[in-house]
């Protein structure tokens, strides 16, 4: 890693206190419920009020936005996600509660939580690609490029769930990189010093901590369960790697017995026993949705033992909920003018209309225009594509892990969904993708700077081939080129981003498609 290490963290919080100071601005506006809030929003308070999500009144929106907290009818409610995003949202309104100039059940508070954890998200990013490409040029400008992506801004404000997902996923691969870098570096200590290599490398803390992160992913929504697959064989194919390196004996029995069976404990079921826990304030409480149907079905089992049945109830409570998830997610097929499928995503086709008030008349204009578009930054998602080739040539000539860990994550975000066809699908659900977009960009831009010197032959150092002076300032050029693309075009896009009032006519030159309008459906 470059030295001194604090200028790299000093690197790290100036961009994403950047990064904070553009989501925590105007934070509260529109001062009002919109878009899936009118679900995250309520579930959150119900959660922090009862343990459980509770059914509301059908004005609860108004109620709310007129700063009434009356909102509570009836018992549960049926709801599809895990409940750890909601408590996310419900800590963050009772942080902004106890302030002395916050108020709880408030627009600045329902979105606190999102707008910190996309900050923080743009920090665990800055120093993972550091970490993967050895430059704090390198990591700060990932950092910056996710910044200023339209989509993580416009989702870093929006009490929705899919911001805490994109963040334990981005911290469960960091801190895969970090134990694949202190496990190569015990094997390489070992051989070194010409100490027999034992199989047994000690506890793996990091992958632990992985797999702690990957189980509040998927106890914010189960599309995590995609990445877990896909990290779990990426760590031990690292694993399988590191021991071939260093010239082991018997490499596949010692990598299957004490890397491969370990770390799906370590993942795996660290993640399912985290996963469980996100459940706690269902498990302690009586009235969540179907929480007795495993004593009003207990069958046998009411003639075992108290201490017994209760615990085995609440399983069996807990797995026909799972079942009813299972099956309102695989059969959700509603139309909706701005659904979109998995191939609109990376180009960014059919974003997300989450707010417009065409009424205003604040701008200084005849007609003034107030939007809110969940639509990613067209110079990160475009410039990714051609990053991701970048990569996929970049893997298959040298097999460069990097290259493979990134196009694995972007893979694993986009491509299960198409399994899915029929499904009503949107955007923001490639939001977890954007990290490793992003990571792709600063590696094909280091490949195009280059290094003073040579690296090594298969590039496992960090380097890349060396460069002639004048090559690297040609590679300079090129990124001081996409960081200003990406700056300008968030820079264009804002107003339409953040429900600035502005003229008709400026909303309309922003929306650069007729998708970006209508969606879907197409004009009238």
């Known amino acids: 890693m470059p030295r001194p290490a604090w200028a790299g963290w000093l690197g790290a919080v100036l961009v994403a206190l950047f990064a904070g100071a553009l989501r925590f601005l105007d934070l509260g506006t529109p001062a009002r419920i919109y878009f899936d809030e009118t679900y995250y929003a309520k579930d959150a308070f119900s959660l922090w009020n009862y343990g459980y999500e509770h059914s509301t009144v059908e004005n609860a929106d108004e109620l709310l936005a007129q700063g009434k907290q009356a909102i509570w009818t009836g018992g549960s409610d049926f709801v599809v996600h895990p409940p750890l995003g909601k408590w996310m949202i419900a800590l963050g309104d009772w942080v902004w509660g106890v302030l002395p100039f916050g108020a709880s059940m408030s627009p600045m508070g329902w979105r606190l939580a999102a707008a910190v954890v996309g900050t923080l998200s743009v920090l665990v990013l800055v120093r993972v690609a550091t970490r993967m490409t050895r430059s704090w040029v390198l990591g700060c400008a990932a950092g910056l490029i996710m910044a200023l992506d339209g989509l993580h801004f416009t989702m870093s404000r929006l009490a929705m769930l899919d911001i805490f997902l994109t963040f334990w996923i981005l911290a469960g691969f960091a801190f895969l990189v970090l134990d694949r870098d202190r496990t190569r570096a015990r094997l390489a200590g070992l051989a070194d010093s010409g100490a027999a290599l034992s199989g047994w490398l000690g506890m793996r803390w990091w992958r632990i901590a992985a797999g702690v992160c990957f189980g509040l992913a998927v106890g914010t929504k189960w599309s995590a369960l995609f990445y877990i697959a896909a990290f779990g064989l990426l760590t031990v194919a690292w694993d399988y790697g590191a021991r071939r390196t260093t010239g082991q004996r018997h490499v596949a029995r010692r990598w299957f017995v004490f890397d491969a069976v370990p770390a799906f404990l370590q993942t795996v079921g660290v993640a399912a026993a985290v996963y469980l826990a996100t459940w706690s304030g269902w498990f302690t409480t009586s009235g969540g949705h179907n929480r007795q149907w495993g004593a009003e079905h207990a069958g046998a089992l009411a003639d075992s033992p108290g201490w017994l ?216």
């Open 309 to 524: 049945q209760a615990p085995v109830n609440a399983l069996r409570s807990l797995f026909t909920y799972h079942s009813e998830i299972m099956s309102y997610h695989s059969s959700l097929s509603e139309p909706h003018d701005f659904a979109s499928k998995p191939w609109d995503w990376i180009v960014m086709r059919i974003p997300v209309a989450f707010f417009y008030d065409g009424e205003g008349s604040d701008c200084d204009a005849t007609s003034c225009s107030s939007a809110i578009l969940g639509v990613g930054t067209p110079a990160v998602w475009w410039l990714g594509i051609v990053a991701l080739l970048v990569m996929l040539v970049w893997w298959v000539v040298y097999r460069d892990w990097r290259a493979g860990a990134v196009l694995l994550g972007a893979a694993a975000g986009w491509l299960p969904w198409f399994a899915y066809p029929d499904r009503t699908m949107f955007v923001f659900y490639a939001l977890p993708m954007l990290p490793f977009l992003a990571l792709a960009i600063v590696l094909a831009i280091g490949l195009v700077i280059g290094q003073r010197g040579a690296g090594s032959a298969d590039g496992t150092d960090g380097s890349v081939p060396g460069r002639s002076p004048w090559a690297r300032v040609a590679g300079g050029v090129v990124f001081g080129v996409v960081l200003l693309l990406v700056i300008a075009n968030f820079t264009y896009l804002y107003p339409v981003l953040s429900a600035q009032s502005i003229p008709y006519e400026a909303w309309s030159d922003r929306m650069w498609f007729d998708t970006w309008i209508y969606g879907s459906a197409g004009p009238d």
